[in-house]
């Protein structure tokens, strides 16, 4: 399970930084005088952060985030991967059989203005590998979260926002519960 989850990690990251060489227009056959040189509609966005679990099940993590979009002018959608690890020392039960997870989901990013400084909205839904001891579970993912992109310059953004992430959680001796966390991310796109 572990050479399968590499491996799929390995194919996006290989398909993402593929995705992110420049494109030229074919401009032999169109002599508009277009002075665009370039054209790239591909967005990377990398982000990591920290939430504290919320509720009754809720687990407090560490995460890191790969997500590949097109990106068209306020929208974006995407297929993203990540890493997220149980911090232990904010765990209240003894009997939890999570270490980490790795999510693979659809990333959708709403922007609401074309600003430097523009306020977003993102909702992620797909399947996460939640790993504990030798064997694997495979749970519903959901992120979402709410926060600004400052415009660098043309290619690059900065990010901050408010996180939310949902997943099952298996315990020892316990039905599996539904885990909420709330935080922060920081990342930055390109």
Known sequence: ???????????????????QQDVQPDT??????????????NQLIIETGYSWGIGEWGQSVFRLNFINSLKFSCYSVGIG???SILNRSQN??????FNYQVPIFLDNRVSFSKKRIRPYLSFGIGLSF????????????INSSTGVSWKINDKVSLIMAIAYESYNVKYDHAPTRLSHSLGFSTGISF
Do not use: E, W
């Open 130 to 141: 939640v790993s504990h001891a030798m064997l694997a579970d495979l749970s519903l993912f």
């Open 92 to 97: 209240q039960y003894d009997n939890i059989r």
């Open 28 to 41: 032999s056959q169109n002599n508009s005088g277009n002075n665009k040189s370039k054209v790239n509609n």
């Open 1 to 19: 399970m572990k050479k399968t989850i590499a491996l799929i990690i390995i194919l996006i990251i290989s398909n993402i930084a593929y995705s």
């Open 81 to 83: 991967t990540g890493f």
